[in-house]
């Protein structure tokens, strides 16, 4: 199964492309769409579900050009709220399910599986207006899952979760996105730097930069370090450097900084958190 992305562009306004030729392939497993506000992360998502047209371009799905006979194999979760709050859970889902052109004797069976691989079972007959942010997150996901898609595509499925809700939910991608070809968007590193197989940078519409994580870690291994500075030093590193982490050891000042030429600090291993700052972050340093 493989999802094709060839030379996409899409312009909202003429003459301003917010993809420009964005190439990828995507086979099954969980990628990661990591990049800055405006990058082009859900515009991306948007073409491929099929809520917005591209400008130019193809997608293949299984080598042939997708049209929207391929919805069926998708399961959209969007960044935003998208659920009938005065419908219950169950009214909600039957009613995607026929929008999804689901057989009316698999409906219920679908609700059933879907409501209980999101831990809402009991919850079925609730109206969502009684959910917290996390249940109503839950319940997108769920949404998403019916049908058995073969593609998963998530907008910033954690957003507004906090910590121990969006680790289950990262969790519950982990476990029902096996097999499938899973795209989450996100700016939260911690999302999916334990489940991704591989991470796709994304900045000014382009893919800059993709592998696994251990790829990317090692792509810039020798460009992290760490130092202990006195707090008369900090201002001159932030200058120079890109700080990636901070703390205090009793008086003494520990840093962590993404430095491009070879440096005195000690050499440490990168995070993904540093891949992204060496990729996507601001200009190096503030000078
Ligand atoms: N409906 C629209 N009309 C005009 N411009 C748009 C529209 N939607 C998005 N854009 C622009 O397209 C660019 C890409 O936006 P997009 O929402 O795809 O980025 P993103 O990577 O998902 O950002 P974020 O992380 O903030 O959600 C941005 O410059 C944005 O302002």
């Known amino acids: 199964m493989k999802l094709e992305i060839r030379n996409l562009n899409k312009s909202y306004v003429k003459?301003?492309?917010?993809?420009?030729d964005f190439n990828y392939t995507f086979v099954p497993g969980?990628?990661?769409?990591?990049?800055?506000?405006?990058?082009?992360?859900?515009?991306?998502?948007?073409?491929?579900?099929?809520?917005?047209?591209?400008?130019?371009?193809?997608?293949?799905?299984?080598?042939?050009?997708v049209d929207s006979s391929f919805l069926k194999h998708i399961g959209y979760m969007p960044q935003h709220f998208c659920l009938y709050d005065d419908f219950t859970l169950r009214e909600n889902l039957n009613y995607i399910s026929a929008l999804k052109g689901i057989m009316k004797n698999e409906i219920q069976e679908q609700i059933i599986r879907v409501s209980k691989?999101?831990?809402?079972?009991?919850?079925?007959?609730?109206?969502?207006?009684?959910?917290?942010?996390?249940?109503?997150?839950?319940?997108?996901?769920?949404?998403?899952?019916?049908?058995?898609?073969?593609?998963?595509?998530?907008?910033?499925?954690?957003a507004?979760?906090?910590?121990?809700?969006?680790?289950?939910l990262r969790n519950l991608i982990a476990k029902v996105g096996h097999q499938k070809i899973v795209l989450i968007a996100t700016h939260v590193v911690s999302d999916i730097d334990v489940i991704a197989d591989q991470i796709l940078l994304i900045k000014g519409g382009h893919c800059i930069k993709?592998?696994?994580?251990?790829?990317?870690?090692?792509?810039?291994?020798?460009?992290?370090?760490?130092?202990?500075i006195e707090r008369n030093e900090l201002e001159d590193?932030?200058?120079?450097?890109?700080?990636?982490n901070?703390?205090?050891?009793?008086?003494?000042?520990?840093?962590?900084y993404?430095?491009?030429?070879?440096?005195?600090?000690?050499?440490?291993?990168?995070?993904?958190?540093?891949?992204?700052?060496?990729?996507?972050g601001d200009a190096y340093g503030k000078k």
């Open 15 to 20: 003459d301003r492309l917010v993809l420009q």
């Open 246 to 256: 901070l703390s205090y050891i009793k008086d003494e000042l520990m840093i962590r």
């Open 210 to 228: 993709s592998g696994s994580i251990r790829s990317l870690t090692d792509s810039i291994y020798g460009s992290v370090y760490t130092k202990k």
């Open 117 to 158: 691989n999101v831990d809402l079972y009991e919850n079925l007959d609730n109206k969502l207006s009684t959910f917290s942010g996390g249940m109503k997150q839950r319940a997108m996901f769920a949404q998403a899952l019916l049908g058995d898609p073969d593609i998963l595509v998530l907008d910033e499925p954690t």
């Open 30 to 65: 969980i990628h990661g769409l990591l990049g800055p506000n405006g990058a082009g992360k859900s515009t991306l998502m948007k073409i491929i579900v099929q809520i917005l047209d591209k400008t130019s371009g193809s997608i293949l799905f299984n080598e042939k050009e």
């Open 237 to 244: 590193y932030e200058d120079k450097y890109k700080i990636s």
């Open 160 to 168: 507004g979760l906090d910590p121990q809700k969006r680790i289950e």
């Open 258 to 280: 993404i430095a491009k030429e070879s440096h005195e600090g000690m050499t440490v291993y990168p995070d993904l958190e540093e891949v992204y700052l060496y990729y996507c």
